[in-house]
């Protein structure tokens, strides 16, 4: 079973708005991360979070990490038709795998 | 560096025809990983390599899938006999460890007829 599960499950959006999804788990964690799936490509790595950090940035990506909460979210600032894309979320569950989740699919309308 | 490489891209076959997959890791990476993707299940492990060596394929579907990495620049994964359940697309990727960031290939998109 995923460890991790997104939400929403589609997401649409208009060019230049902000697009925020968000990752729930089941067990401890020591990191979580995002990747970014185009259509037809293998997932990108996009950004990881220790269980020790609370929020980190990178470049318009902002993830936030609540171990209490067992959730995690992403938000893209100022979205683009580029990132129109599947996201998905991935925790170490298990020593030495990654769980991915079902996957967000974010549309930026022009 | 070159990234994960992966061939064929595409792949159409009848059922009962053997298929193998082949995936070149990147370069220092001691970790592989073979994934498949589809609508209804999503990204399924279906087995991971570390240092050349098997540690988890209980996610192989059945008998009929098998992989293999004879050395720590190449890894196939064959099906033999294919069935059309198992069109799907499928992911090689690799890392410096099985939890660390994983750099994935473009997949091959495999259709059985």
């Known amino acids: 079973s995923q460890q991790g599960e997104e939400d929403p499950q589609a997401l649409s959006i208009q060019e230049g708005e902000n697009a925020t999804m968000n990752c729930s788990y089941k067990?401890?964690?020591?990191?979580l991360q995002w990747y970014r799936q185009n259509s037809g490509r293998g997932l990108v790595h996009l950004i990881l979070?220790?269980?020790?950090?609370r929020e980190k940035h990178s470049g318009r990506l902002r993830v936030t990490l609540d171990t209490s909460k067992k959730s995690s979210s992403l938000l893209i600032t100022a979205s683009r038709a580029a990132d129109t894309a599947s996201y998905f979320c991935?925790?170490?569950?298990?020593?030495?795998?990654?769980?991915f989740g079902a996957g967000t699919t974010v549309t930026v309308r022009a | 560096d070159a990234g994960v490489i992966q061939s064929p891209r595409h792949e159409v076959t009848e059922m009962g025809q053997e298929v193998t997959l082949r995936c070149k890791p990147i370069?220092?990476?001691?970790?592989l990983f073979w994934y498949r993707q589809t609508m209804m299940r999503g990204l399924e492990l279906l087995i991971y390599?570390?240092?050349?060596?098997?540690?988890?394929d209980s996610g192989m579907p059945e008998d009929r899938f098998s992989a293999k990495m004879p050395n720590a620049s190449f890894s196939t994964l064959k099906i033999q006999p294919s069935e059309p359940r198992d069109s799907a697309v499928y992911f090689c990727?690799?890392?410096?460890?099985?939890?660390?960031?994983?750099?994935f290939g473009p997949g091959t998109r495999l259709t059985v007829l």
């Open positions: 990727a690799s890392s410096t460890g099985g939890t660390d960031t994983q750099y």
């Open positions: 067990t401890s964690i020591n990191n």
């Open positions: 979070i220790r269980s020790n950090e």
């Open positions: 991935a925790t170490d569950a298990e020593d030495y795998k990654l769980s």
């Open positions: 370069s220092g990476h001691n970790s």
């Open positions: 390599f570390n240092n050349n060596v098997p540690i988890d």
